[in-house]
């Protein structure tokens, strides 16, 4: 097989799971972003988020996550659900807290895990040489998936500091496989096609962006009502009375680039018959909230974002 040949190949592999874009990149010079992510986590823009900074070192190097690496494939799965309607679970007073349109179906990471294991078992059952590696990736491991995609050539890293991909806007997952040989790789996107825009920044309901492409995880919705919604500062943390009750969506809302934005094909990423976010009062939140998004934050965390989020004359702190 001829190193074109093989590319299709891997190529092909890929989208017969069900991916919708496949990239690759060489992983021999370099992981890129690397200073903008350490120079972030330096900052304290990532204090919140011990996970990330227990691994920063890691995310910085993807040789760390598989020594010997050669390629990067990148996949993404495209999850925007067609319609508008993000109003979801309540409490007793006040009905309709927003959810993050990710959330909105079965836990997406279900999805994507379970096909990057077919994606390495079918790329190991090809290959002849039995000393190839092969390692899967998702946004869960310690991998920078945005700036590894946008070196695959599948979009680039916007102001808002989401991959945004060129057809399909904002609304994707990313995962891959790290490879133990080389593969013919994309031109890299080197540029950023936000132009003067900057309605993510001027729309963030809490102004957690102090910059272009910086996101300052302390002022982030999402942070305190997804990853830490029971440390005491949550108590008073940015998105209190911001209708917000898991995630938040503005700026990929608000992003131009969206409009390009194409109904996914999973219907597992719809609104499911009797899931969580649909519950009427948040007493009928079930105890086990796994196969959800919402498992993440627990049940008791989700009430807790909710009731902060629908609380009412007091503003985002």
Sequence with gaps: MTPTQERK???????????????????????????????????????????????AAARADIQALMPGAKTVMVVVKNYFTGHHQHHSVSDLEEPNAKVSRYAWGRDY?????????????????YSEDTEREVRIFS?????????????????????????????????????????SWDVVPDAPVVSQFCGTCTKCM??????????????????????????????????HAPGEGS??????????????????????????FQPQAGHVWLAES???????????AFARAKRVGVQRSVQRALKRGKGQS
Aim: net charge negative.
């Design 109 to 125: 990471h279900q999805w994507m895990r379970k096909r990057l294991r077919k994606l390495r078992k079918s790329i190991l059952a």
């Design 282 to 292: 948040l007493a009928d939140l079930p105890e086990d909230l796994s196969g959800t």
């Design 139 to 179: 946004d869960t491991s310690p991998v920078l998936e945005r700036a590894w995609a946008q070196k695959a050539g599948l979009g680039f890293v916007g102001k808002s500091a989401m991959f945004i991909h060129r057809k399909m806007g904002t609304w994707t997952f990313l995962g891959g496989v790290v490879l």
């Design 243 to 268: 209708g917000w009750g898991f995630g938040c969506d503005v700026c990929q809302e608000v992003c131009p680039w969206n409009k390009f934005e194409t109904t996914t094909n999973e219907a597992r």
């Design 202 to 235: 001027d729309h963030c309901p809490t102004q957690a962006f102090v910059g272009p492409g910086q996101l300052d995880a302390r002022r982030c919705i999402t942070t305190w009502n997804v990853e830490r919604p029971l440390v005491a500062e949550a108590d």
């Design 9 to 55: 190949h891997l190529t092909d592999l890929a989208l017969n799971l069900d991916f919708d874009d496949v990239g690759f990149a060489s992983a021999t010079d370099g992981t890129p972003h690397s200073d903008h992510f350490l120079a972030a986590v330096e900052a304290g823009h990532l204090a919140p988020l011990d996970y990330m900074q227990d691994t």
